[in-house]
Structure formats: C-alpha cells, structure tokens
C-alpha cells in the first residue's frame, strides 16, 4: 500500500516549456486535489476532483489543467511553465468526511 | 469563505518543555473540522491532530492535544515534553464538514508557524 505518491520530486523547466506532474493513489479515494506552496502563504488550493470525470477550479487554477479519467490517476498540466510557477506542488486524497492524506511534493523550478 | 490565522510566524521551546501555538478561523458554518499539520524539512504534510467542531471534548494524541474554543473561533495546539524531532512547521487547517456541495472537502490553511526545539 504505497497511499499518495507523486513524480517526479523535483523538475526545473524552463519558461514556456510544458510538463505534466503525476499523482497516484492506492486507497480507493473519490477526493483528490493538488495544491502549491509557496513562502509565507500557506498550501492554497489549484484544482480538485470529487470522482472520475468531475473536476473543478480551486483558488489558484490559472495556467494549470487537470482531467480525471480514472479514481487512481490525477494528473496536473502546466500547459506554458512561467516563473510564478516556481513551488512546491502536494497532491492530496481523502474518502469522504476522512483526513485527508498528502504526497510527497514535486518541487519545480521554472527559470 | 473560510479564513484561518497563524499569527505567529516562529516559535522556539526548551527540549522538554511545553509550547503552544496558535490558531485562529473564520467561518459562518456550524459544523466542520480543523487539523494541525506537521512539515518537517523533508516537506512531507503530517497530519498530527484532528478535532471536530461538534465534539465539545478536545482532541489528544499522545504528547499532542488541542484547546478548540468554538465561540472564540480558537484552535490552538499544545505540544508537550517538546522533543528534537518536533521541530518543523506547523500548519491549522479548516475544512466544512458539509459535503453536500462540490469542493467542500478542501483544506484552508494557515501561513505556518515554524518550530525549533532548542537542545
């Protein structure tokens, strides 16, 4: 039971280049989201999906994609890197009214 | 929308001692939850106590426990017999406990406090 995990752990980019970081579970759950952290500002909210097919904008959604095509897999899309996406991303999944549960983090770099 | 305060940046405490830190949220809901999470420097998020607004009692975990003052909108965390492995940021967090809308079941946090244990 590997529970969150997340690739890669660390990537530098360089502007206008595009990626995909990857997020996977191993527990069954239906929630599953992606929040940056930055210096001083706390985690804060990208995108979020409540089940395949089901996805929403967060707090911060601009100049980042996501789809859901299965309950394991939630992938997060910088289509066009810009330096402001310099932080660290944490996918995070929870069942229900349950914690929620955080992955490693991906640090990325955008030069 | 929900807000949540950490107004203290850092914080340091004598091994062995007892800290506090603090938190503080806003919010027009009746019931929800609200967590503390650990970042130690290998960044993992660790979830070290969970507390839900309709429980009058104070959540406790081992040397951890909470003093949720609901009417104050008060959550702060104690942390006692303050050991080295405890030093990291310290993260409160607010979530509804009504799942009836889409997107409820996100986290707001606060800006962190920072802990350092001095040996």
């Known amino acids: 039971n590997a529970g969150v995990t997340q690739t890669p752990k660390f990537q530098v980019l360089k502007t206008g280049q595009s990626m995909t970081l990857q997020c996977a579970q191993d527990?069954?759950?239906?929630?599953m989201s992606w929040y940056r952290q930055d210096p001083g500002m706390g985690l804060r909210l990208i995108h979020y999906?409540?089940?395949?097919?089901?996805?929403d904008q967060g707090e911060v959604p601009n100049g980042y994609n996501v789809s859901r095509s299965t309950t394991e897999d939630f992938p997060l899309r910088l289509l066009s890197a810009a330096p402001s996406q310099t932080s660290v991303y944490f996918c995070?999944?929870?069942?229900?009214?349950?914690?929620?549960?955080f992955g490693p983090g991906t640090r990325l770099l955008v030069l | 929308a929900q807000t949540v305060t950490q107004s203290q940046p850092e914080m340091s405490v004598q091994e062995a001692e007892t800290v506090t830190l603090s938190c503080t949220y806003d919010?027009?809901?009746?019931?929800?939850?609200l967590f503390w999470y650990k970042q130690p420097p290998s960044r993992q998020m660790i979830l070290v106590i969970r507390?839900?607004?309709?429980?009058?009692q104070n959540a406790t975990e081992n040397r951890f426990s909470v003093n949720f003052q609901k009417a104050a909108k008060s959550f702060s965390l104690k942390i006692s017999d303050s050991q080295l492995g405890d030093a990291a940021m310290y993260f409160c967090?607010?979530?509804?406990?009504?799942?009836?809308?889409?997107?409820?079941?996100?986290?707001?946090f606060g800006t962190g406090t920072r802990l350092t244990i001095i040996p």
């Open positions: 995070a999944t929870a069942g229900g009214l349950e914690t929620q549960y």
């Open positions: 527990m069954n759950h239906e929630y």
């Open positions: 999906s409540v089940g395949a097919g089901i996805t």
């Open positions: 919010t027009s809901e009746s019931d929800y939850y």
């Open positions: 507390q839900e607004a309709y429980k009058q």
């Open positions: 967090a607010y979530r509804s406990a009504d799942i009836s809308n889409f997107g409820n079941e996100k986290l707001t």
